[in-house]
């Protein structure tokens, strides 16, 4: 196909008008389809229905040592959930906290226990003149929502498709005493689905922090989300920073949230002793304990991170099909215009769309007005803007394949239509 920008001014507006044409089309079909978050279909949380049935009135509900899971304590979690979720993150079961449902009310936490309190003895943020986390982005609205809710500055790193820039990383954190901290998606990357090279993990295991209580918030989010059977492999963080002889730099999270059910899983951290210990310190007074019933019930029905494997098997059996279709479309649609570019990841929830610069408020905008609802643009960078007004992050988990395509067809026409009127502008 002719890129778009090879072509006249006449051809454009020609092509402007049948593309005019279409979106009346689309918007008169009356859509209401939703691609903006990285949900889980409910046939993807219809997999792991039979883990209700694990426990009923006559199940034994405690641990192998004779705890009751019913009753208060264990508030680090039962030992044999400590163990499953340790083995999914690749960590002894000694490094792990097991919490509630969520890895975001942890990363939160842990966000605002640094505020008050400090970390690990250091002084709390919130007496200090400035405090600063590094973003890599594009990057997880839901992280950067956090440091802002805090007050917390935050500073743009560009991604790369071997994670964040660590020449900029490195300059930043050992050079400047008020960064305490970088957010990360190390595994299939929100949005653009990308993990981090081994090269990177060990560059960010050595980094020298001028800040005492600079710490790396490690979100394995997708650590075991492939759509093939040869997924991408990430280093482990935690025993990569004990080899460089920084074993408390890392805060690391997950959870099962897209393993199980996204709204009554399980979640984790992984970190040192000494970061552990700190965290408990804290948690004595915010909780007595968690559900250890849901941890039992997970425990019981996953047996062991195998049985996580061979269960996310069949999300992925769920899930490729809906990527694939995606992409086709879009290389279909848009390959050789020149109007758009994309990324292609072999797991995780996301897709990243890149438009030409300056399309992507009114892409997003467009398809919203033809009824398909997309992240926000600009969500994906600290504090909402996108300084090219470029990124889109499309979500295809939720929809059923039909509405899917329907969705995809519109936002391509979106783009096109889009890139039509900015190449006219010029």
């Known amino acids: 196909m002719k890129s778009y920008k090879a072509m006249s001014k006449e051809e454009l507006q020609v092509l402007k008008a049948e593309l005019e044409k279409q979106y009346e ?49 264990l508030m680090d979690g039962i030992p044999e959930a400590k163990a499953f979720m340790g083995e999914i993150m690749g960590v002894p079961a000694d490094n792990v906290i097991v919490f509630g449902n969520a890895s975001l009310t942890i990363m939160y936490d842990t966000v605002s226990r640094s505020m008050t309190h400090g970390v690990c003895g250091s002084t709390p943020w919130c007496k200090l003149e400035n405090v600063k986390f590094l973003c890599p982005a594009p990057g997880y ?5 956090i440091t802002q809710h805090f007050g917390i500055e935050m500073i743009t790193i560009p ?35 990308y993990t981090y090279s081994d090269a990177t993990v060990k560059r960010f295991a050595a980094l020298k922090p001028a800040a005492e209580d600079f710490r790396i918030y490690w979100d394995n989010a997708y650590i075991i989300h492939d759509l093939y059977e040869e997924g991408d492999q990430l280093l482990e963080i935690l025993s990569e920073c ?53 941890q039992l019930r997970h425990v019981k029905y996953f047996k062991d991170v195998n049985g996580v494997r061979a269960h996310m098997k069949k999300h992925a059996d769920i899930m490729r099909p809906k990527f694939e279709a995606v992409l086709e479309v879009l290389q279909r649609e848009l390959g050789g215009l020149g109007i758009g570019s994309w990324t292609t990841p072999k797991g995780g929830y996301f897709i990243s769309f890149e438009t030409m610069d300056g399309c992507a408020k009114e892409t997003v905008a467009r398809c919203k007005e033809a009824g398909v609802v997309l992240t926000g643009a600009g969500a994906t960078y600290p504090y909402g803007k996108d ?19 329907q969705a995809t067809d519109l936002f391509v026409l979106c783009v096109k239509l889009v890139s039509v009127n900015k190449l006219l502008e010029q």
């Open 25 to 73: 089309e689309a918007k008169a079909k009356g859509l209401k389809l939703d691609m903006s978050r990285g949900k889980p279909a409910s046939v993807q949380l219809d997999l792991a229905m039979d883990m209700m049935d694990v426990l009923d009135s006559h199940s034994q509900v405690k641990t192998e040592g004779g705890m009751d899971c019913r009753n208060y304590g």
């Open 141 to 145: 609205d839901r992280h950067f929502a």
């Open 159 to 193: 991604m790369t498709a071997d994670g964040p820039d660590m020449d900029m990383v490195e300059e930043y954190v050992n050079n400047d005493p008020a960064v305490k901290g970088i957010w990360c998606v190390p595994k299939y990357s929100n949005p653009q689905g």
């Open 242 to 294: 004990e080899k460089a002889g920084n074993p408390d730099m890392v805060f690391e999270f997950t959870s099962t949230s897209k393993i199980s059910f996204a709204g009554a899983g399980i979640s984790a951290m992984a970190a040192s002793k000494k970061n552990l210990d700190f965290v408990k310190k804290s948690m004595t007074i915010q909780t007595i304990s968690h559900d250890k019933v849901n």
């Open 387 to 405: 300084p090219k007004d470029s990124n889109i992050r499309l979500a295809p988990s939720l929809p059923v394949p039909e509405e899917l395509a």
